[in-house]
């Protein structure tokens, strides 16, 4: 099933990168990099890729096609780990490097959740004339780590949940961005103990009603797993986790002062599924982002793309559909 997709693997600045690149079927699709996070992989987005690149056959608008491109994230599966150039803060330099120099789209959107959400970001505030829009299904959480003086209820409410969330459920962050060897030796060892790290939260970020395998079959919670198995990257794949803690006091103050010069004038749609993580207000959203469709969807959690695929494809299809010209 997966080599029914085109895959390449090859050096994108000094690192090798792995991606699957599928041309539109239509008149004139629209280039769209679509970009993963924790603890999933490029096959988040299997069910996904058909849809987009072949509107005509799944019921949408031939008109509405798009050339997918979906990179693995650097230190995950079969893409390479990349410290330098700011690891995490650089991955969306090493994107648009993929998409320009490499692929020769110019002019292309962007979706992203999870990481692939602060990946996007960071690629639309520094390339605003390569990115045309930004589609995501969270609110890029590290905003929250700066709160603004002036609050509304809801945006005060939302970082109670943060906080609460945190306090709950975030220990293994703080473990991978703290003691990511201590943990990815046990994990390496066990297939099972590596099933139950990235299972449990398919479980608990998915509209499942506690039984995961209401929204994913076995194969693809273990085509997932395996993807991090057979290549050992459990490790390398914490380190965006490992970035922001250890990120420093300059380095938060780059990120903030970049923020006013892209990703804040590139159009943004937002389509948020209940059963995510958190559920920030539009007003937090619209603090970062010139927020151009925001969408409560009725169903679908964290891994929408694979969870929901035909909500997510129509919804992105609709965000880009006035902007392709």
Same mark, same amino acid.
């Given at each position: 099933m997966l080599n029914r997709f085109h895959h390449f693997r090859g050096p994108v600045d000094g690192t090798e990168i792995h991606l699957i690149h599928e041309k539109g079927l239509g008149p004139a699709p629209l280039p769209l990099l679509l970009t993963h996070g924790f603890p999933d992989s490029f096959f988040r987005f299997s069910k996904l890729i058909p849809l987009l690149i072949d509107p005509a056959a799944h019921g949408g608008d031939v008109e509405d096609a798009f050339d997918v491109v979906v990179p693995s994230l650097p230190g995950y599966g079969f893409s390479e780990a990349r410290q330098r150039g700011g690891g995490l803060f650089g991955f969306g330099e090493l994107w648009h490097e993929l998409m320009t120099a490499e692929l020769g789209y110019s002019r292309f959107g962007v979706h992203g959740g999870d990481w692939g959400s602060t990946v996007s970001e960071h690629l639309a505030r520094s390339h605003a004339s390569s990115v045309i829009g930004v589609h995501l299904t969270d609110v890029p959480f590290w905003h929250s780590f700066q709160k603004p003086g002036e609050l509304s209820a809801n945006e005060q409410k939302y970082l109670a949940h943060i906080e609460r969330w945190q306090k709950e459920n975030g220990a293994y962050a703080m473990i991978q961005g703290t003691?990511?060897?201590?943990?990815?030796?046990?994990?390496?060892?066990?297939?099972?103990?590596?099933?139950?790290?990235?299972?449990?939260?398919? $479980?608990?970020?998915?509209?499942?009603?506690?039984?995961?395998?209401?929204?994913?079959?076995?194969?693809?919670?273990?085509?997932?797993?395996?993807?991090?198995?057979?290549? *050992?990257?459990?490790?390398?794949?914490? $380190?965006?986790?490992?970035?922001?803690?250890?990120?420093?006091?300059?380095?938060?103050?780059? *990120?903030?002062?970049?923020?006013?010069?892209?990703?804040?004038?590139?159009?943004?749609?937002?389509?948020?599924?209940?059963?995510?993580?958190?559920?920030?207000?539009?007003?937090?959203?619209e603090r970062y982002f010139n927020v151009a469709l925001w969408t409560e969807m009725p169903s679908g959690g964290h891994f929408a793309a694979l969870e929901r695929p035909e909500l997510l494809a129509e919804h992105i299809r609709t965000f880009f559909r006035p902007l392709r010209h």
């Open positions: 003691v990511p060897r201590t943990a990815a030796i046990g994990l390496n060892d066990s297939p099972a103990g590596l099933a139950a790290w990235i299972v449990e939260k398919f $479980q608990a970020w998915s509209d499942c009603g506690d039984d995961v395998e209401k929204s994913f079959s076995k194969d693809e919670l273990l085509t997932n797993v395996m993807i991090y198995w057979t290549t *050992e990257t459990i490790e390398s794949s914490f $380190q965006p986790y490992r970035d922001v803690v250890r990120a420093g006091a300059m380095r938060w103050l780059a *990120e903030a002062a970049k923020k006013w010069a892209g990703s804040s004038a590139t159009p943004t749609g937002f389509a948020m599924f209940p059963r995510d993580i958190s559920h920030p207000p539009r007003e937090w959203a």
